[in-house]
């Protein structure tokens, strides 16, 4: 059964990794937008047929290296180029941040409680991407043992606007150094 977003949209992510579609999880907990997840050789017809059952407009998380421009080339055929978008970044964690950019300008996230969780492991993210969507703020990814500096950049740049940061997971998952690189940002 297909699933029908109120709006139509909807997600098509890697099938191979995790970490476009859990910077979605926020969103899609938020907004009720499926996630679909395609293949490198491409979506199958009933994934498609699926799809344009229950939505209209489709956003691709990640760059050309997760989700080929093959795909990209379905979706085209299948809805139209106007309705396609792809959220990308040359890595997951800048991928992570328009993924939230996107999410704060078209569904009404807001950077007020950021969650920062690891991108290289998926069940701390996996379980507060649907907090994160309930309290409508945006998940960022970075690594382990330090900040990334793409997660870095978008806290600054949002710094005004956050009131309390959120980390998934324990130590081990997002160390003590990269709490205390996070909050060296909100320093006065």
Not at 17 to 35: E, R, T
Not at 172 to 185: F, G, K, L, N
Request: proline letters at 6%; aromatic letters at 6%.
């Amino acid at each position: 059964k297909a699933l029908n977003p109120a709006d139509g949209t909807m997600f098509v992510a890697t099938g191979l990794n995790f970490p476009d579609a859990l910077a979605a999880s926020p969103l899609s907990a938020a907004k009720g937008w499926p996630l679909y997840l395609t293949a490198p050789t491409g979506l199958t017809q009933a994934t498609i047929d699926a799809m344009k059952a229950g939505g209209t407009r489709v956003v691709i998380l990640g760059s050309t290296g997760a989700v080929p421009l093959l795909v990209q080339d379905q979706l085209n055929a299948a809805f139209g180029a106007a309705q396609v978008d792809r959220q990308a970044g040359p890595d997951r964690y800048l991928t992570a941040v328009a993924i939230a950019k996107y999410g704060v300008a078209h569904a009404d996230l807001t950077w007020q409680k950021p969650a920062i969780a690891t991108g290289t492991n998926f069940p701390d993210a996996l379980a507060g991407g649907v907090l994160q969507g309930h309290d409508g703020s945006v998940l960022l990814l970075t690594k382990g043992t330090e900040l990334s500096p793409a997660t870095r950049a978008a806290l600054t740049e949002n710094k005004a606007i956050v009131t309390e940061v959120r980390y998934l997971g324990s130590l081990s998952a997002v160390s003590a150094a990269v709490r205390a690189s996070v909050e060296s940002i909100f320093a006065p």
